[in-house]
């Protein structure tokens, strides 16, 4: 694991040795030329961290900046598959790259090894790519291309524990069993899509607890083995937070715990809203028993009465958010999932490069203090972008100069990019802290 003060050091390492030797393997680069492998990646990743629609000729401009003299359209030619692949090689280098920082005590998640967030966003590629990453056969266009980035990281620390592309196609659950495990006592938070049995399972054996939303129509039993009527019971009295032992699955009856929160009425009307609009795109009818369940924030957990209470879960439950913000500001600041280009090898590149720009600007966000659930994602990515020109400037001068504009952002950072409190609603920190003092 590295430190927080070799960021520099890695960066330079990703994106000069790493590039050179990718570029070589592939052969994107086999005789001398003005645009080495490194210089290449390193004007793309500088170009697109400035502005993620940027054109050829501030491409241009970035490889003057770096030193080498080079026409947009030779910047154009050179998005080849040789360099998709060298690209690919490069984001796989950075992604297993492991820079982290001390811990922050948060309200309840200090009670555990690790909080890790876990979830996964589809991104659509022009359908001549199939071949390179399979997106899954749709109706009356079976060679359709995307991929799938799955993202797992610690909330304490803020660190990408697993970052990995996977053809669209790929099950979430599949994924699941070829990631190493979490270390005993943390806690792991997760969206539907990883729904298993017997991942949750092989989980609470390791001793690793975990929170998930409670799936529609999974079988439910009762401590003495009855079937346990889960409408019946939230129906039955008043309060806002119930829970109840029970176990799931018709076969398996895993032992677990079953949390509910209800929700207030302007909130279930927009989860209803959003469950016709949902069912209506994909020409079927919600059930009435969804329906009814979406009044109620409902969790299933192996995390025990005396460790947590029925609304600290539901507080906990809400940070899983917060990796649902890591793919927003990936595709909103980072346009990750967006090209001003129709190429297929020229979008499958920009894929790569942007993702490598959004690895590296999170090292950088460590590195000048951001901290999850305190400080603002979007507003800290922003301000990163604005030094874009300023870090490749310090890159190509020395190890001194880029350092030294690192305490610049620090220096900015440190005036501003917190998550302001508001009015009408709280915060996730502050639900936290309300949680916490609840018991």
């Known amino acids: 694991m590295y430190t927080l003060s070799q960021v520099p050091e890695k960066m330079q390492d990703i994106l000069t040795t790493t590039a050179n030797v990718a570029a070589l393997e592939t052969g994107f680069v086999s005789r001398n030329r003005k645009l080495t492998g490194d210089r290449f990646v390193q004007t793309l990743v500088f170009s697109w961290l400035d502005d993620p629609d940027a054109t050829y000729t501030q491409m241009s401009q970035t490889a003057g900046v770096l030193g080498t003299s080079i026409t947009r359209q030779a910047i154009e030619q050179r998005f080849t598959p040789e360099a998709a692949e060298t690209l690919r090689i490069v984001l796989d280098a950075t992604a297993s790259t492991i820079i982290s920082t001390e811990p922050q005590t948060l309200p309840l998640l200090e009670k555990f090894n690790g909080v890790y967030l876990q979830d996964s966003s589809w991104i659509t590629l022009p359908d001549t790519l199939h071949e390179t990453w399979e997106g899954g056969s749709k109706k009356n266009k079976p060679n359709t291309a995307a991929v799938k980035l799955h993202l797992r990281f610690d909330i304490a620390t803020g660190t990408f524990e697993h970052f990995q592309l996977t053809n669209g196609i790929t099950a979430d659950s ?39 939303r409670y799936k529609v129509n999974c079988l439910l039993y009762d401590e003495i083995g009855e079937p346990f009527y889960l409408q019946k019971w939230i129906q039955n009295g008043s309060d806002n937070f119930k829970e109840k032992q029970i176990f799931i699955g018709k076969n398996k009856r895993l032992k677990a715990r079953i949390v509910a929160q209800k929700l207030s009425e302007t ?55 917060q990796v649902e913000l890591m793919f927003k500001c990936f595709k909103s600041i980072g346009k990750v999932d967006t090209s001003r280009s129709d190429k297929p090898y020229r979008i499958l590149c920009e894929l790569y490069v942007k993702l490598i720009v959004a690895i590296i600007r999170h090292w950088i966000m460590l590195g000048v203090g951001w901290r999850s659930l305190k400080h ?31 305490d610049e952002i620090k220096h900015a950072f440190q005036n501003g990019c917190y998550i302001e409190r508001r009015a009408n609603r709280d915060t996730t920190l502050e639900y936290l802290e309300n949680a916490a003092k609840n018991r």
């Open 174 to 212: 599949t994924i699941e069993k070829q990631i190493a495990m979490l270390p005993s006592g943390s806690l792991r938070v997760a969206d539907l899509g990883y729904y298993s049995l017997d991942t949750f399972n092989k989980l609470s054996d390791a001793g690793v607890f975990w929170i998930s």
């Open 267 to 321: 909130e279930t009307q927009k989860r209803i809203m959003d469950i016709k609009h949902r069912a209506k795109r994909k020409q079927t009818k919600p059930s009435p028993e969804r329906l009814q369940l979406a009044r109620w924030n409902i969790y299933i957990t192996n995390i025990g009465v005396d460790q947590l209470t029925a609304e600290q879960i539901c507080a906990v439950a809400r940070t899983r958010w």
């Open 376 to 406: 603002s994602l979007t507003k800290t990515a922003e301000l990163i972008s604005t030094f874009a020109r300023t870090l490749a400037i310090g890159f190509r001068k020395s190890i001194m100069s880029f350092r030294q504009t690192f």
